[in-house]
Structures are given as structure tokens and as C-alpha cells.
């Protein structure tokens, strides 16, 4: 198991480093055969007082720490703020997902995550808020090399992860997210 930033991940996987990779659609490469299997929604972390929902235009009138380039989340963050010809003021471009939290939490800025980085954490301590206006999301696909070789353990492996990711989602366990596999709520996508 190796836990590297999905842009690394696609590339091991082509070399044959890895044999399969849970990776955001964006980092799809040519040579992989991908399905999308959720979609989840990003969150504005550390914002206090904001309620449920919170509009990309309010975090440009705050701090924020932001991922630092190349990441998914920051791609999804930039092309919406160039769409709504947003500026937001950077105090810090970080490239762990952990340090940003903290940083938040620490009151330096708001950042932006998904759910899942702050699932363990009390709303009183972490305040976060489903970013709308426009919504963003990013959407999570499991991957394999097209070359590999589809060995039994492979495919038991695939199987478990398409398994426990739209379980995690169905019970509520993975917030803001939605499925996107067959007996999900929508289709599966390949790419």
C-alpha cells in the first residue's frame, strides 16, 4: 500500500510499480483503464460560523491555505475561482492534506477539503461547510495499467476496494459523497 499524491500514484502505476491505483479522474493517464466510482464534495474547513453551506466568493474575503501545485484539489479550486473570476488571498500553498487541516484549525486560514480528512474530528473543533455557488467536487476512479496482467488476486483486489468505497458511501460513513457504480445512485463511469 503506498500512500502518495494521485498525480505519482498514475505514474507508478504505468511503470508497474503498482498493480492498482485508487487515484481522481484528472490523473487518469493514457495506458490506464479507469472507472470513476465516486464523486465527492469539497468542504471549506475552518471557516467559523458559516452554517452548511458556505459560496466560493465568501473564502476570497478570508485567509486561506490552499494545496500547493500539482495537486487534483487545487486544479478543481483554480478553474473554479477562474470561472468565477475569483481571487483568493494565499497566506500559505502547503502540499499535505494533514498540515493544511492543522493549519486551519490553528487559525492561520480556511482551507478546502474533502469530508474525509475531517471525518474524525467534532464540527466544535473543525467547522466546515459544503462549498456551493458553484459546487465543487472531484471524482475518485480505481485504476489499472491497460497492459497488466489480470491475475485472480487483481481482480479480488479491485473488487474490494469498488466494494468497500460504495459501502463507505451507502452507510453515510464517506460524507458528501455520492456512488457512481451500478446498484449506486448513478452510473459507472469509465474512463
Known amino acids: 500500500i503506498d500512500e ?20 481522481f479522474r484528472e490523473n487518469v493517464l493514457k495506458g490506464m483503464q479507469a472507472t470513476v466510482l465516486v464523486e465527492e464534495d469539497l468542504y471549506a474547513v475552518g471557516v467559523p460560523d458559516c452554517g452548511a453551506q458556505i ?66 474530528l467534532p464540527e466544535s473543533v473543525v467547522p466546515r461547510a459544503r462549498i456551493h455557488k458553484p459546487t465543487l467536487t472531484r471524482a475518485i476512479a480505481v485504476a489499472l495499467a491497460t497492459d497488466a496482467p489480470l491475475s485472480p488476486a487483481l481482480r479480488a483486489v479491485q473488487s474490494l476496494l469498488h466494494e468497500t468505497m460504495t459501502t463507505l458511501v451507502a452507510t453515510g460513513r464517506w460524507r458528501g459523497a455520492r456512488c457512481l457504480v451500478p446498484g449506486g445512485r448513478g452510473a459507472a463511469r469509465r474512463v
Open 4 to 23: 502518495t499524491p494521485s498525480v505519482q500514484l498514475g505514474e507508478l502505476l504505468l511503470r508497474g510499480k503498482l498493480d492498482v491505483a485508487v487515484l
Open 55 to 120: 459560496a466560493l466568493r465568501t473564502l476570497a474575503r478570508r485567509p486561506m491555505v490552499i494545496p500547493a501545485r500539482p495537486n487534483s484539489l487545487r486544479k478543481v479550486l483554480d478553474a473554479a475561482c477562474a470561472a468565477e473570476k475569483i481571487e483568493l488571498t494565499v497566506r500559505a500553498e502547503v502540499t499535505s492534506p494533514h498540515t493544511m487541516l492543522q493549519l486551519a484549525m490553528a487559525g492561520l486560514g480556511a482551507t478546502v477539503l474533502p469530508w474525509s480528512t475531517t471525518a474524525d
